[in-house]
């Protein structure tokens, strides 16, 4: 070993804080002209090198530790009768060992190099060794890549020696039998040309090679990439650069997203201008995209070996490259080592030359796992002619090191003032200038943007706004280098969601199970309550749904729930809920027996009663003194006049008795039977939604309409849209997902014929239905009106058509000529009266019976059409209770369309036949009475 060369470090950045320097550097070989090719990192943080000592004709494996000190060598020569051993590429196998591959001389004076494949122990000893030659020359065979393979074997490339050069591919098993072979002139016959496979690996399945393809003429060959399946058939070739001014060779190819990444050289006349560059290509090889880099030296040829050895690239953890080559050659000096880091696209971040006062060559480079470089090649001493194996280690650091100390990575803030404080310390001998800052920008500000005091910055939380954000510190160089260090943080200015589900309405106990929900959409959150506009707050762990105790109990009450975020920011959200916990009073101690009454007051309150007293009065005085009048003259038929005039006075006075008494009776009758009803079905329950402390039974039979009316209503416009949906999905074949197993494929005609079907049962019979109760509720509300209570107890009624109908009835039959407009008119509104309690009675036990949501266990429901299409009106029945519930309160269910039958064409029927029946009675009852 010899001691490390004197280094000359000479580095240019571009756009990038990050430098390279040298680690350390180590140099090993013997007393001539030694060359390190192939450099790996292993598993236990060390390296492993391959290079040929020349003047021996033998080759070195070399393990060194993560510091580059040796941990033991072995010389490879004269194995298996060859007289001279080259290595040129060496990897680590899966088993701790070591695959190496290269060339070897035999010891016949007429053979040439053939293509050797050693595999070692993790000590270096040799475990096996093949040997592979073209038959038909036998001379000018060779290696320069092996990988491993997924199924334990080993690709390898390199060149055979034909008619002229060519490239050679070969998959061997796990102990080094060939599998297959391929030459990159197959499969056209051997002709003059000059290929060669540089690189070769594994990719999923298949193989990717680079190397130099002949193009079809003898000079016309250039750079290539060729694909071959897991048996070795070529599946494509794509050849670069064939300009015989500036013949390319490829040395490298890795996978990128759709693509590969290849790493050219153009072989130039000049050996002082061979750039390099970086052709960016799709899944099917064809260039996109080519980056250049100029002014790097030109490939080599190992002595006797016609193999070119030129840069090496690899892959880097944050998708780019990185790539070793060399500076042109100086006659004074020699060339140094060229180091260049790309970004994922190949373009440059920066780049770097070392080396020493002499010629300095770089063959192999591999990012290391602390995110350094790991170089080999060689290196040639200042007191002396011939090169040693050298292997640098490259570390990466800052022109200067900035630290932020606030904000924290990751650290949340509300509405505040952001203080951004960092401190910058220098690590070259380069002055810091300035410092800058930037908010979602990565990009360094213009030079003269920066702060030459670097002070800390205020950031407004308010300005920023909500969301996630970067704050980027930049600091510049005298040298123009730029540092940059960068944090994460979050603003959250929202206040949390808080909305309450429950407690709403009504409620019969002196407490209230709290559900709500409270989220922020960037942080958790802590929240309490209070009750009734206290300023006590409660907690409530774990912001979940808890039972909260109502005092001082029954009456109306109002509960807030408050949730605050991680940054202080507050929601709320409060509601209104009642609590009673007294036995609920049935409708009969709100109106049932006042019935009779009501229509009497209805009358008083609407002066239509005054007007049936004013005209009683005014006949029997008119009558009085056209009778006195009569007798003083005699005039006997005026005085039979007056007596049948009050004939029909007195029976219409009988008529108003009467119709008072069988409304008092009829509403009594009545009212016991809408009590069985609302007891015996209901139980008398405050759940229900049409019933409430101090209603009377119109009113919670209107109420019962009102929501059949909404429910019809929900299933018309259900319908309607599953029939939209159905005919537009009839334009092709739909796949549903129900009760059927699997997929079903419902072609149109049979979409079709559904959405006819749902059409037909809208029109048929839901909007008939809505129609029918719509009627009825403009019947209770506009025409007979009904009766209510305010909070004082006192009993109102909207003004009705009947209310003044009535009265304008016996009006109008107190006069001869109008006395059976009369008759008939007093004969509709007696029916409309005596049915209006049993209208109110049968609506409400129809309503119980038919509409109250039922037990759904005991039903069996099918599936709803809109969740089903395909199993409309069939298919299984439900018996879980989350599908029976979900399908027991569905509108668009068919038990949903049934329960509107009675209320929209029973009840109305029922009434009608009534009504006419009375109506009839009482009109011919008055035609008797004249």
Known sequence: MRKPAALLFIFFIALASAVPVVEWNKTFGAMYADVGYSVQQTSDGGYIMVGTAWSAQESWLIK????????????????????????FSVQQTSDGGYILAGAGVPSCNACDFLLLLIKTDSSGNSEWEKQFIDKDWERGDGAVSVHQTSDGGYIIGGMQYTSDRDGWVIKTNSSGGMEWNMSLSWPAPRTNGRRTVQYVNQIQDDYIAAGQCWAGYYADYGSCLIKYNSSGSQLWKKIYSTNPASLGIAFSAYPIPNGYMVLEKLVTGSAYESPIRLIKTNADGEALQTTAFDGARSVWYAPGFSTPLGPSSAPTSDGGYIIADGTPINDAKGGDVLLIKTDSQGTMEWNATFGGPMEDVAHSVQQTSDGGYIVAGATTPEDSGFSDMWLVKIKIVDNASITIESPLEGELYGNVFIDLNYTVVNLTSAQVEGCAYSV????????????????????????????????YVFAKDSAGGVSEANVSFLIDLTPPNVTIFD????????????????????????????????TQFHDLPGCRDLVISVAPGIGSHTVAVYAWDEVGNMGAASSNFNVDTTTPLPPTQVGIGECASDSVRRMIDDGAGGLIALVIFTTIVAL??????????????????????????????????????????????????????????????????????????????????????????????????????????????????????????APKAYMRSQAAFIDNVNNIFVIPAYVSIYAQDVFMRYFVGYATRDEAGNITNPSAILGLLLPGAFVLRFFPPTRQVGNMLIAFSVGIYLIIPVFIALNAIMYQYT????????????????????????????????????????????????????????????????????????????????
């Open 851 to 930: 509409f109250t949501p039922q037990d759904c266990s005991t039903i069996p429901l099918y599936r709803d059409v809109i969740a089903d299409p395909i199993s409309i009106w069939g298919g299984s029945a439900v018996t879980g209770s989350a599908d029976q519930a979900l399908l027991c309160d569905s509108s668009a269910s068919l038990l949903a369309v049934a329960r509107l039958y009675p209320q929209a064409f029973l009840l109305p029927n029922i009434i009608i036949v009534v009504f006419i029946a009375f109506m009839t009675s009482v009109n011919k009852a008055l035609k008797v009475l004249g």
């Open 440 to 471: 979602d920008d990565s990009q360094p500000p213009a030079p003269d943007k920066y702060d030459p005091f670097c002070l800390n910055y205020s950031l407004s939380a308010q300005v920023l706004g909500e969301g996630s954000h970067r704050v």
């Open 64 to 87: 060194t530790d993560g510091n580059g000190e040796l941990q033991w060598e072995k010389k490879i020569t004269e194995a298996a009768s060859l007289r001279a051993v080259n290595l």
């Open 503 to 534: 407690p709403k309405g009504g409620y019969t106990q002196a407490s209230a199970l709290l559900e709500y929900d409270a989220h922020d959409a960037l942080t958790g959150v802590t929240c309490k309550y209070t009750l009734d506009g206290g």
């Open 624 to 745: 009085g003194l056209i009778y006195m009048v009569a007798y003083a003259l005699n005039r006997q038929e005026y005085i039979l006049l007056v007596k049948d005039e009050l004939f029909h006075l007195g029976v219409s006075i009988a008529i108003l008795i009467a119709f008072g008494m069988i409304m008092s009776v009829s509403c009594a009758l009545v009212g016991d039977a809408f009590n069985f009803a609302y007891h015996n079905i209901n139980k008398g329950s405050l759940t229900d939604p049409c019933y409430g402390q101090g209603t009377t039974v119109q009113s919670v039979s209107v109420c019962y309409m009102h929501s059949m009316e909404e429910d019809a209503k929900e299933i018309i416009n259900t319908y309607t849209k599953a029939n939209i949906d159905l005919q537009l999905k009839a334009s092709g074949y739909v796949s549903y997902y129900g009760l059927l197993s699997g997929t079903t494929f």
